[in-house]
């Protein structure tokens, strides 16, 4: 199968794994503990952990943009406080 | 009552997943990897890194579209969803005048975006339209070609005209599944018309009413066709929305990388904003 016209790229195939390895986790987390452990958190709604991983993604893509934007191209610094944002979500939200 | 957990149901979930699959995240995939590359074509592609996200967020071009974008979207939420439950409260429930309502309600819907665009485009013309030659001859001073405020009036007046009866017909859908019941006992406690409304009405109109706000806001925010049709983004570039902006970056510059970047960045507005109205819209459900 020819995928060029997808002009894949190591940095880009490594981020879709890496969603894919988290959606996977969710799964597995959900075999092992069904029921989506939901909670009402410091947002006053209920969210299941499938919401929180949601949450974390879209924060996080929202943190690289304003990193980008407002501080400059070196990301990794984007990368660790969209980590301590993702942890964040996942024990408050 | 414990609940039966039967994960074999996600099967059934299969073909729509890798229908999903063909038509949105693979595109998605592919702008994504556009968006870190440049090209000249041939499907030869050069690493760019995140040079097209810096110079999109640092464009006046792309805030200013944006900020037309998320003023129209407000504008057309503030008269539709009102306008909408007004006329749905005002159909009739029994009788001819059902049909005769539903089928004027859905006509506009049924016309092509672009059919819209070239309808509205004559309707607004001083020389030929009917609305643009009644206003010159009232004396108003009207013509969506050079003045941004006429033209944006026009917009605005064709998505309500295109629009307003999705909102209608998901009302009316939400008003006529309340039963008689809620009524009566309005009656009897003696409620207003106002506080059938908010007390009967509107929360059972809830859902639909989700709906048709998403909806609408997903519709006006990556409106293209119609005001593309009517204006091409003008006068200059009052009417120039963030679709519109984008494909004339991707497809009259053929700058496939900013456009992909653009693209990323419009997606994640969308998610965003229509994360947060699902979410509002449900808890204040949830409460009731």
Known sequence: MNLTWMAWTLPTALFFITILVLLCGMAVWEYASPGGNPRIGVLRFETTRGDRLFV????SAFIHLAWLGLVGPNLWWALALSVVYAVGVFRYV | MEKTWNNKAWFMVLPVLLL????????????????????????????????????????????????????????ILVIEIPLGIFIALNMPKKGWGVPVCLVLMALPLLIPWNVVGTIWQVFGRIDIGLLGYTLSSLGIDYNYVNDPTDAWVTVILMDVWHWTSLVVLLCYAGLVSIPDAYYQAAKIDGASRWAIFRYIQLPKMNRVLLIAVLLR???????????FVVTGGGPGNSTTFMSIDLVKIAIGQFDLGPAAAMSIIYFLIVLLLSWVFYTVMTSVDAEH
């Open chain 1, 56 to 59: 974390s993604l879209l924060g």
């Open chain 2, 20 to 75: 999903v699959a063909f038509s949105a995240v693979i595109p998605l995939m592919t702008v994504v990897n556009y968006s870190v590359q440049d090209t000249f074509g041939n499907n030869v592609f050069f690493w760019n890194g995140s040079d097209w996200y810096t110079e999109i967020l640092g464009s006046d071009r792309f805030w200013l579209s944006m900020v037309r974008n998320l003023i129209f979207s407000a504008i």
């Open chain 2, 217 to 227: 806001f997903m519709d006006s925010f990556m409106i293209y066709t119609e005001p």
